[in-house]
């Protein structure tokens, strides 16, 4: 069981930075491939980002063109989601998610995901 819980979201105006935490609990943190995802008023769910269990690999959704990162440190049980050059756009409720999945569909896929966090707004204005 993991629960996971998110934070660092906020206000930022276009063009800033927001970096996001998810802290896990649960013993077996570095067992999992972690993910962000978003959702913005009436939209569906949609990837941004996941990293493998050692932090080796990642990937990012096509909106991201660069302007993400993400990262994890096992031994705190978080993983980081750095967001860089925002837009009016991005403006969503940003979820982490673990999953025990081997990444054949790289992670990207809602339906993969075994646990979620309550998510973070993030906003940004123009």
């Known amino acids: 069981q993991v629960q996971l819980v998110e934070s660092g979201g906020g206000l930022v105006q276009a063009g800033g930075s927001l970096r996001l935490s998810c802290a896990a609990s649960?013993?077996?943190?570095?067992?999992?491939?972690m993910g962000w995802f978003r959702q913005a008023p009436g939209r569906e769910r949609e990837f941004v980002a996941a990293?493998?269990?050692?932090?080796?690999?990642?990937y990012f959704g096509d909106f991201v063109k660069g302007r993400f990162t993400i990262s994890r440190d096992n031994a705190k049980k978080t993983v980081y989601l750095q967001m860089n050059s925002l837009q009016p756009e991005d403006t969503a409720v940003y979820y982490c998610?673990?999953?025990?999945?081997?990444?054949?569909?790289?992670?990207?896929?809602?339906?993969?995901?075994?646990?979620w966090g309550q998510g973070t707004q993030v906003t940004v204005s123009s």
């Open positions: 649960g013993r077996t943190f570095s067992t999992y491939a």
């Open positions: 998610a673990a999953t025990s999945s081997p990444g054949s569909n790289r992670w990207t896929s809602k339906a993969e995901y075994d646990y």
């Open positions: 990293i493998n269990w050692g932090g080796s690999i990642s």
